[in-house]
């Protein structure tokens, strides 16, 4: 039965307090994270020699070669990497066809549409019956274990309020195109078979991450939306952003809440194999508090700056290429925010086999090379000079059945 009568904030933010399942520990040692990822790209590197479709890049290596992957779909959830590995989504449930783009009433949504399948309760992977465009009236709240699986078709969220993971766990969304999303709120929203209730103004990022665990997002083409491409904020960990193509837009990813918000700093997140293309302006990402591996990715453009943050993040940054652009006062990588040099020279930042184009330059601080970083460093990412190779792909794949992906 539904209780129409309770705020979904009230419900949402008293389970801050409140110890649930879908809460995570940080890892203890995220170095050892690292070198998971490590290993994970130097297996995918030795065996290039015997796949023919393989990259390098260990995410795409672990499922593109097979001709079969439409009947094998939920092989997926066990490629992912980084913090967010263990993010098995609807691996365990059915296959749910979306088979209808609308989203007449958020409060009742019919069966077949993607609203319908992911406020239910049980795991599923939800895929699409056919190419669709759809335009939410209200944010898209999802509930823990599911999948949206865009493989197969050409899936567009597009045109109003986009996705919301907000205290939930084990969720993957891959191989959707989101862009121009807006702001929503001031409405009723069901979030489960049994609850709904009030949303105020969301953000209009095209996902946002917040209080929840164990996410993966995978090959999403992301650009010009109201707020964030990707935010994850309030006690988000355990999360991989991977093998997106970010475009056409100013403050692309925002990882942690506040400065003040310290219980971010169990956050942890890998960013890896991402291109960060045209029209971007910066945040790729901003980070606070936690601990943020970036690896591998393709940095083509950026107006202020790639990555920057406040309140002594750690950002481990290994074999990723920065293009710097032609105006002589943005090419530095970095920004350190709200902070004198006297304290964020202390914030353990560290390049490693970066490759800086155009001028592009990166101003490390606090460790440097320190045990921690020299330990985690030992395997190596992928030489940056391959990093157009491993990102080829980036964003949604234009997968067709009965071939390779």
């Known amino acids: 039965m539904a209780i129409p009568s309770l705020s979904l904030l009230f419900l949402l933010m008293s389970s801050l307090l409140i110890p649930t399942l879908i809460s995570s520990s940080p890892v203890q040692e995220p170095e050892l994270v690292v070198q998971d990822v490590h290993r994970a790209i130097n297996a995918s590197r030795r065996n290039l020699g015997y796949l023919s479709c393989g990259t390098g890049n260990p995410i795409d290596d672990c499922w593109r070669c097979d001709r079969n992957w439409e009947r094998n779909r939920q092989r997926l959830a066990d490629c992912a990497i980084g913090f967010g590995k263990n993010a098995i989504g609807g691996r365990d449930g059915k296959i749910y066809v979306v088979t209808d783009s609308g989203d ?63 205290f939930v766990t084990n969720i993957i969304i891959h191989g959707l195109h989101i862009h121009d999303c807006k702001q929503g709120g001031n409405a009723m929203v069901r979030d489960s078979p049994r609850h709904y209730g009030w949303r105020t103004i969301s953000d209009g990022d095209g996902v946002s991450i917040f209080g929840a665990s164990h996410v993966w997002v995978d090959h999403n083409s992301l650009s010009n939306c109201m707020d964030g491409l990707i935010d994850a904020i309030y006690g988000s960990t355990a999360i991989t952003i991977s093998n997106n193509y970010m475009t056409h837009h100013d403050k692309a990813m925002l990882l942690g809440h506040s400065d003040s918000f310290t219980r971010d700093k ?60 032609d105006n002589r006062f943005s090419k530095e990588v970095t920004k350190y925010e709200n902070a004198p040099e006297s304290e964020w020279k202390n914030w353990n930042w560290r390049s490693e086999g970066d490759l800086m184009v155009n001028g592009a330059f990166f101003t490390p601080s606090g460790a440097g090379a320190s045990s921690s970083y020299s330990k985690a460093s030992s395997l190596g990412a992928r030489p940056s000079s391959v990093v157009a190779t491993l990102t080829t792909d980036a964003g949604a794949l234009n997968c067709k059945k009965g071939s390779r992906c």
């Not at 958020?106 to 056919?130: C, M, S, Y």
């Not at 291109?275 to 453009?301: A, S, W």
Request: hydrophobic letters at 35%; one cysteine or more; aromatic letters at 10%.
């Open 104 to 166: 007449d009433d958020p409060v009742n949504p019919k069966p077949g549409t993607l609203r319908h399948a992911v406020i239910q309760d049980e795991p599923l992977w939800i895929i699409f019956a056919r190419d669709m465009t759809i335009r939410f009236k209200e944010e898209l709240i999802m509930n823990s274990f599911k999948t949206i699986d865009g493989r197969g078709a050409s899936v567009h969220i597009a045109g109003g309020p986009c996705i919301t993971v907000q």
């Open 266 to 325: 169990n956050m942890q997140v890998t960013i890896a194999f991402n291109h960060f293309g045209e029209g971007l302006v910066q945040r790729m990402p901003r980070c606070r508090h936690g601990y943020f591996h970036v690896v591998n990715n393709d940095y083509t453009h950026w107006e202020m700056y790639a990555i920057g943050g406040s309140a002594n993040p750690t950002i481990n940054s290994q074999g990723n290429r920065f293009t710097a652009p």
